[in-house]
């Protein structure tokens, strides 16, 4: 079974089609999906989605694209406490249309790594064109997330067990102590701790600049775009990822993978992606299904299905 770990359904939904794209994912052996996040809009219908349907699993945050709406945290740690989403997402930074946002989109950033530091949970990140930014971030995050399941201790930068780096020192744990003591700010559920610390969505970077994220305790993630013909220097980068490190998504309904290129896409096409990397590793498909899926369920702490 394959497990598509990063999919929109608000298009699904909104058009009724939902139904039809659930019987073609089971179809393609497709036996979970993870329903994305991003906006108050979408992290309801994530939620929703994923109290209805066994097969879809919620993640919850605040994207790059709502960096100037200033969005309502307490309200994220309220359904991080009611609903026990799989992980914070997704969220990130993009300066690909200019770097205008920039501090915006960093400041949003480390509140969503806050919260996913708080709870022990997954985050789900977004970069383009922001490599050193995410990378800074993404560091500090580590130490706190780490700190906070792990008894207040991390990893430092050269892999040795270390304290936190003081709050003047690591933004992300500076943040999560300024958080607002009020109840609802607490988590009141055991913190969670899947033993990853996110994942990359849409990997779309460089060999060195995966080494660096695998070497934070990252997994990487693989679309529809590592099928397109010209993503030679994409499909590189799979020599250097690890098999546990590894995951597939659709990134749906957006960048449909070879032989759907140009149409819209669908969580059942994340066989597509499974069986490009496959063929293009010299690897059985099968054998790619069970890494990735196994890869997924240990990041989201996802039940196995039959």
Wanted: contains cysteine; hydrophobic residues 40%.
């Amino acid at each position: 079974m394959w497990i598509d770990s990063h999919a929109h359904l608000d298009a699904f939904v909104a058009d009724g089609s939902w139904p039809e794209v659930l019987a073609g994912m089971r179809a393609a052996q497709v036996g979970s999906v993870i329903a994305i996040g991003g906006s108050v809009a979408a992290n309801e219908l994530a939620l929703t989605m994923a109290r209805e349907y066994a097969e879809v699993h919620a993640v919850v945050g605040y994207d790059r694209d709502e960096a100037e709406r200033e969005p309502d945290f307490g309200l994220l740690r309220d359904l991080v406490n009611a609903e026990r989403p799989v992980g914070i997402g997704e969220t990130g930074l993009d300066y690909y249309y200019g770097q205008e946002t920039a501090r915006q989109q960093c400041a949003l950033f480390e509140q969503n790594l806050s919260v996913a530091a708080a709870y022990g949970l997954p985050v789900v990140v977004h970069t383009r064109d922001a490599e050193d930014d995410t990378y800074r971030l993404l560091r500090d995050f580590v130490r706190a997330w780490s700190g906070r399941t792990n008894g207040q201790e991390s990893r430092t930068d050269s892999g040795s067990a270390g304290r936190l780096a003081p709050p003047e020192e690591n933004p992300v744990a500076a943040q999560i102590g300024r958080a607002n003591p009020a109840k609802r700010d607490e988590p009141n559920r055991a913190v969670l701790h899947t033993a990853v610390p996110g994942v990359i969505h849409c990997y779309t970077g460089t060999a060195e600049q995966a080494l660096k994220l695998l070497e934070l305790g990252f997994m990487i993630s693989f679309s529809g775009i590592v099928t397109f013909k010209k993503s030679d220097a994409l499909r590189e980068v799979l020599k250097v990822v690890p098999d546990d490190r590894l995951l597939i998504e659709t990134d749906a309904p957006y960048l449909a993978p070879v032989p759907k290129r140009g149409k819209r896409n669908e969580p059942a096409y994340v066989a597509y992606v499974g069986e490009g990397i496959a063929d293009y590793l010299g690897r059985p498909a099968a054998e790619l299904a069970q890494i990735t899926a196994q890869n997924t369920r240990k990041l989201f702490n996802l039940p196995v299905r039959g």
